[in-house]
């Protein structure tokens, strides 16, 4: 499986967070990144695997290869609930650091 760019990482999060904030479960929101980023399709087929195992949601990102600044904020997300809020900020942060890295 090919490395996730920041760039893909932050797609990623801005798009679960739009959909989880417009009422989509989060196996409904993966199934709809595998439309939307079909490079990625496995990656996204394995974290909803994850999921139905019964992994939490920083586990199945850990296992999708996200950096270790997604994982320590979805767990701070498992405790405060708000994983839509969360994503949102990580895409936010990720974008910045990307332009950043483009300066």
Not at 7 to 30: I, N, P, R, V, W
Not at 88 to 98: C, G, M, P, S
Request: aromatic share 6%.
């Amino acid at each position: 499986m090919t490395k996730l760019s920041l760039k893909q990482q932050a797609l990623a999060c801005e798009l679960l967070a739009m959909l989880l904030e417009s009422g989509f479960t989060l196996d409904a929101a993966l199934t709809q990144l595998q439309v939307h980023l079909p490079q990625q399709q496995a990656r996204w087929q394995m974290m909803k695997q994850q999921l139905a195992q019964g992994a939490d949601v920083a586990q199945a990102f850990a296992v999708a290869e996200f950096a270790p600044l997604v994982l320590s904020q979805l767990q701070l997300a498992l405790i405060h609930g708000q994983l839509h809020y969360s994503l949102q900020t990580i895409a936010t942060y990720l974008t910045q650091q990307v332009a950043s890295r483009q300066k």
